[in-house]
């Protein structure tokens, strides 16, 4: 019986959606991205207020689309009753966006957060949501990647922002099965950060804006 028990763990956690919200989808790059380099991520809600975007969301991903700001955040409060959200995904267009963000990441409290925003945005406004993620629980490290560094061929510079939950945190450190059968052993954001910086060095370039608690 035990054993049978322990394989049924084994098929459970091999089969675990990661539940992923994104936030200012616009035609939904940024959640197709998610999806594409890993088939366990799951797009349970997008947020997208401009109309133009709405119909090639809802010809991709039909249903979670949301493109009132209320209904959203509603079906946020909802969803998280029954279930953990793992990844929050965003971009950070202007300043206006990042209440919206913060009240996401506060209620579903995820074990990461990836944001993206134009590399031209204004040191003052990234001071702000490292502040903010650090009151909320989390450590993060954002740097300017430029699409060149992954084979594309325009420049295509953005500032990116890794986050998840702060060293003594109850969600990072911890090697349970939820774990386990969620983000995996190792931290995401490392592994994300360690394939940023071979990137930009493959290219000549150096990695800049790190800020973790820890090496």
Known sequence: KTHGQNQLRGVCRVSVKLKHI????????????????NPDIQTVLQYEPHKVCLP???????EGICANLEEFQ?????YVRKEKIDVVSARYREP????????????????????ESMASCRSDRLSELFKDLWSL???????????CSFGVIYKGERYWLVAHPHSDGQQKGRKSEETEGGLGKQYITHDLIDEYRTALE???QTARGAVFSEP
Request: positive net charge; glycine residues 12%; hydrophobic residues 35%.
């Open 22 to 37: 994104n936030i200012n989808s616009c035609f939904g790059a940024m959640t197709l991205g998610f999806e594409t380099s």
């Open 137 to 147: 629980g989390y450590d993060a490290e954002g740097h300017v990647i430029p699409a």
């Open 56 to 62: 090639v969301l809802n010809e991709y991903w039909g």
């Open 202 to 204: 493959r290219n000549g």
């Open 96 to 115: 206006g966006d990042w209440q919206t963000i913060r009240t996401t990441i506060d209620c579903a409290r995820p074990k990461l957060v990836v944001i």
């Open 74 to 78: 509603r079906k946020v409060r909802l």
